[in-house]
């Protein structure tokens, strides 16, 4: 054969894909329309006005798929007309990723002090308590808030979705 | 949007309303023609229309007929085509024509009426959620809240209809913000900073695909409706660039026209129902030279049979068009006339020549497999062949200013094949979506552009009847558009993969009780004409080019009669089907061929 040939990578990757969009109406769901309509998958999802002056927000999308569904998620967004910048923060190297959660435990005396026990050796915060109820705040990165999850066992959960951004210098900001 | 020009500046005209403010901007971007219907919602815009003479506001007698026409607009001018429509019903009846322009890349505003602001929300009268039920199909929308947003958004809608891969843009327009006191902007002061497609390919790309160019073995030149698109300027160059290197071409459904069909260099369409040469010298290529099309499906047949052996090289305006369906091996992100230009350029300073001792093994299997005559069919003395037809309307037409349309299905894949294209944005047919009833309103909007040019619908019986209410319009605006319906009695296509693929059970595929298509066009005030064997063809077709008003031509053609070749579903261009009779023909009822589309 005369040319080099490309190996396909048919292995499912997880990719954190940052977003900065301007913040105008319909925006988040010309996003995740995106994703329904061609069955792609959203493991979590954030978003918030990051920017009041210039009405810019910034999503975190969390999803799975192959290397060929990755690039072509982040090639229909990139081409959204209210899409200002975006970051494959998974591949351009070293990426912090915190999510925040709530958790709820409710029994009697000594399930709770086993609770707090769980929450104090992973860190978590007692926000609030009544006779027979303890809620907890965590945040961490996904695999802590996991963890932390499966030894609690409460009986309500309340997660925020990952943020994320990169590590060192680089930075998201709008395009000139 | 958060980039909204000063607008403090522009002179305080208080006089003006929102509709005025919309009509002055529409005016502004060279809008000629608007198709369209009025309704309640929209009854502001129509007064204003009433009141001016810069725009002529073509009534139509269904919105989805609006966009079509609007279509046929755009592909043949290179414009942007302009639709204004009521809420409700009215937005609702554009979903086909917007979900038709987006596949096929063509460039529309379409207005649509909205509910009073402060009735959004409340289930009234007409009320449609049209931003939420357009956001798929269109390439960007617009819910206007603000009368003084007006002028920008529509001057940022054309910007994005044009820009890049050229779609659909939809503007929802509220009733109250209509009548609104508004302030106008002209074009100039708006520039949408954030919207820019990259339009210029990098250099070091350029070079490599000259590289791999200039020493191919097997090449082939892979053309799509990008070309077109980025316009005849584009076109040009990339006649010349084919000339110089002396490789052969083939062209997708969209992209006929890009380079003439009667240049030898041209092998055919490829695809599903393209030649055999051209399909075979796609699958055995030793470099691809992909330039604006896309991979679709019906190009391409089994991926992983799909021209196994060669480099691929993908110029696209659009990044998500590259390695979607086929993963190629030198991706060129750039508008196809400014990668063409450089890819010539690149050519002639190398000094590179066309090299015919190189090519000579490629141009000879070429012709052998061209020897096989794939277009070729079974003449009858009795019946008419919808082949023949196509052939003869070809002959009669092909040194006249002509523009064909096409409805979907047998017709229009003998359309593509039979009736050769030497320029481009003179063939305007429905290719992504594949919507029945796109013929005779885009021709509609063909001729509105090109009011002394012969303008052809090709057209299916079943088809043509989805949009027929359309000849009231043409009658109206007396545009003289010909319906050149073949004839069969059956949705031909459908009966095909019935026949291929579920037993010859032709379920609800054939269609009693058709009108009487001459009686119909009479009826229409047009003029009606049938031919029913091969002597009364010629006939038929010079009198319906001869007269000057709408014809419905109705060509009864032979009912059994089956588009080849055809590469069945789940086949690869290698495992084509030349005709009924070809023993190579592998997998006629198989599980795959059922169960893709």
């Not at chain 1, 990051?50 to 975190?60: E, F, W």
């Not at chain 1, 609770?115 to 609030?128: E, K, S, T, Y």
Request: hydrophobic letters at 40%; a negative charge; glycine letters at 8%.
């Amino acid at each position: 054969m005369l040319y080099e040939h490309r190996e396909t990578v048919n292995e499912l990757r997880r990719h954190t894909v940052a977003v900065l969009v301007d913040n105008e109406p319909g925006v988040l769901a010309r996003v995740i329309g995106l994703f329904s309509g061609r069955g792609y998958n959203i493991d979590s999802l954030t978003v918030a006005e990051v920017d009041q002056a210039a009405h810019l927000s910034r999503i975190t999308i969390v999803t799975t798929g192959t290397e060929q569904i990755i690039e072509q998620i982040k090639a229909l967004l990139g081409k959204q007309v209210p899409v200002r910048q975006l970051a494959d923060l998974t591949v351009e190297g070293d990426v912090i990723e915190r999510e925040l959660a709530l958790a709820k435990v409710t029994g009697d005396r000594g399930r709770l002090i086993d609770a707090l026990r769980v929450a104090d050796f992973m860190g978590a915060r007692l926000i609030d308590r009544t006779i027979d109820t303890l809620t907890f705040e965590v945040t961490g990165s996904s695999e802590d808030i996991d963890s932390f999850l499966t030894l609690l066992e409460p009986v309500e959960v309340s997660r925020a979705g990952v943020v994320a951004m990169a590590r060192g210098p680089r930075t998201l900001s709008p395009a000139a | 949007m958060s980039d909204a020009p000063s607008i403090a500046a522009a002179p305080a005209d208080t006089s003006l309303t929102g509709a005025d403010v919309l009509l002055r901007a529409l005016v502004d971007q060279d809008v000629e023609h608007v198709f369209g219907y009025p309704g309640g919602a929209v009854l502001p815009i129509y007064d204003a229309i009433f009141k001016q003479n810069h725009l002529q506001h073509i009534l139509v007698r269904h919105e989805q007929g609006a966009v079509h026409a609007a279509e046929g607009y755009a592909r043949s001018t290179g414009k942007v085509g302009v639709v204004l429509v009521t809420s409700g019903p009215g937005a609702t009846n554009t979903v086909t024509g917007l979900t038709d322009a987006l596949m096929d890349s063509v460039p529309i505003v379409v207005l649509t009426g909205q509910v009073p602001t402060h009735m959004i929300g409340n289930d009234a009268f007409q009320e449609a959620d049209t931003v939420g039920i357009t956001r798929p199909c269109t390439k960007h929308n617009y819910l206007v809240k603000d009368s003084d947003d007006i002028a920008r958004v529509v001057h940022e809608a054309f910007h994005v209809a044009r820009a890049g891969r050229p779609g659909p843009v939809v503007i929802d327009l509220p009733k109250d913000v209509m009548l609104a006191a508004a302030r106008y902007v002209g074009k100039e002061e708006v520039v949408h900073k954030t919207y820019q497609p990259r339009r210029l390919p990098q250099e070091d790309r350029i070079e490599r695909a000259v590289d791999l160019i200039a020493r191919a073995q097997r090449p082939i030149f892979y053309v799509g409706g990008g070309v077109i698109n980025a316009g005849l300027e584009a076109c040009q160059t990339l006649r010349a660039l084919i000339r110089e290197t002396g490789y052969p071409v083939t062209q997708t459904l969209m992209g006929l026209g890009a380079f003439p069909a009667s240049d030898p260099q041209f092998i055919g369409m490829l695809g599903m129902h393209g030649t055999y040469e051209a399909n075979m010298a796609m699958h055995g290529c030793d470099l691809m030279i992909c330039i604006g099309a896309r991979f679709d499906d019906r190009v391409t047949g089994r991926l992983d049979g799909f021209s196994p052996g060669s480099f691929k090289i993908h110029v696209d305006i659009d990044p998500s068009s590259i390695n979607k369906n086929i993963q190629v091996d030198l991706p060129i992100v750039a508008d196809c006339g400014e990668a063409l230009k450089a890819l010539l350029s690149c050519w002639r300073r190398r000094n590179h020549q066309m090299d015919e001792v190189r090519l000579a093994p490629w141009w000879e299997a070429i012709k052998g497999w061209q020897s096989r005559n794939s277009l070729g069919f079974v003449m009858s003395p009795t019946s008419i062949k919808p082949q023949y037809a196509i052939q003869r309307l070809w002959h009669f037409t092909r040194d006249l200013d002509t523009y064909i349309t096409t409805e979907v299905g047998q017709h229009q894949m003998w359309a593509a094949q039979h009736y050769h294209f030497d320029e481009p944005f003179r063939w305007m047919t429905s290719g992504g979506l594949g919507t029945m009833g796109y013929g005779l309103p885009a021709a509609m909007g063909v001729q509105m552009a090109h009011p002394d040019s012969l303008v052809v619908d090709i057209a299916g019986e079943a088809s043509w009847v989805m949009n027929m209410q359309e000849m009231s319009t043409l009658v109206q605006y007396h545009l003289p558009v010909k319906s050149f319906i073949l004839n069969n009695s059956y949705m031909g296509m459908v009966r095909q993969w019935q026949d291929f693929f579920h037993g010859n059970r032709h379920a609800e595929s054939y269609m009693d009780s058709l009108p009487d298509f001459v009686r119909l066009a009479e009826a229409f005030g047009a003029v009606g004409l049938r031919a029913t064997t091969p002597a009364e063809l010629d006939d038929v077709i010079q009198e319906m080019i001869a007269v000057k008003r709408p014809v419905i031509a109705d060509i009864v053609v032979d009912r059994a009669e089956n588009v080849y070749p055809m590469i069945p579903g789940g086949a690869a261009h290698n495992e084509i089907m030349l005709s009924p009779e070809d023993p190579s023909a592998p997998v006629k009822g198989s599980e795959d061929g059922m169960q893709t589309v």
